[in-house]
C-alpha cells in the first residue's frame, strides 16, 4: 500500500474538452474537487460526517499548477502529499497522473481550515482526525515537495502570543 492517499477522478467526459480537444484549466479544479473523498479517509473522517456533525473544510488559499494536457476521456489518479496541519487547519498537496505512475499533470495546493457550518467559524479537527493528519505530515515530510511552489501555515497561535 502507498504512503500517499490515493483515489480515481471520474474519467474527463468528451463534452468537456475544449475546440482544440485539450481540458480547459477550469476542469481541473472540478476534478481535484471530485476526489477529495480519499483526504477524508486519510483523516479518518467517515462519509456521514458532514451529516452528522455539520462540520467540514473551506480552503482558505490555494492555487494550481499546470503541467501536461489532460484529454476527454482519460482516468486520472490522484495522489495526496500533507505538507502541515494544526489543530484546525490541513495544508495539503493534490497532484493528478494518469493512470499509473507517470508525472503529474497538475497539482493543486490547498490551506484548508475545519468549520462548524451553523456557526461559519473555525473549529479544531476532532482529536483523533488531527493525530492523523500530525501522522500523515510526519511521513509525508520525510519526502521531496513532488512539484511546484509552497504555501505554508503562517500564523501560529504561540507566535501571535508572544
Known amino acids: 500500500m ?29 476534478l481535484f474537487e471530485a476526489v477529495l473523498e480519499p483526504f ?33 476521456g482519460e482516468r486520472l489518479l490522484c495522489r495526496f502529499h500533507f505538507a502541515d496541519a494544526d489543530e484546525k487547519r490541513v495544508h495539503y498537496l493534490q497532484t493528478l497522473h494518469r493512470a499509473g505512475d507517470g508525472p503529474a499533470l497538475a497539482a493543486y495546493e490547498c490551506l484548508c481550515m475545519h468549520v462548524d457550518l451553523g456557526l461559519r467559524r473555525g473549529l479544531p479537527f476532532p482529536e483523533a482526525a488531527a493525530a492523523r493528519a500530525g501522522k500523515l505530515v510526519e511521513l509525508h515530510r520525510r519526502h521531496p515537495w513532488p512539484v511546484g511552489p509552497r504555501l505554508g501555515i503562517r500564523f501560529r497561535a504561540e507566535t501571535a502570543a508572544a
Open 2 to 30: 502507498s504512503i500517499w492517499p490515493e483515489g480515481f477522478a471520474p474519467e474527463i467526459p468528451a463534452a468537456w474538452a475544449g475546440p482544440d480537444g485539450l481540458v480547459p484549466r477550469v476542469r481541473y479544479l472540478e
Open 40 to 72: 477524508d479517509r486519510a483523516l479518518g473522517l467517515p462519509p456521514d460526517y458532514l451529516a452528522r456533525t455539520n462540520c467540514s473544510t473551506f480552503a482558505l488559499e490555494s492555487h494550481v499548477v499546470y503541467l501536461d494536457d489532460a484529454r476527454a
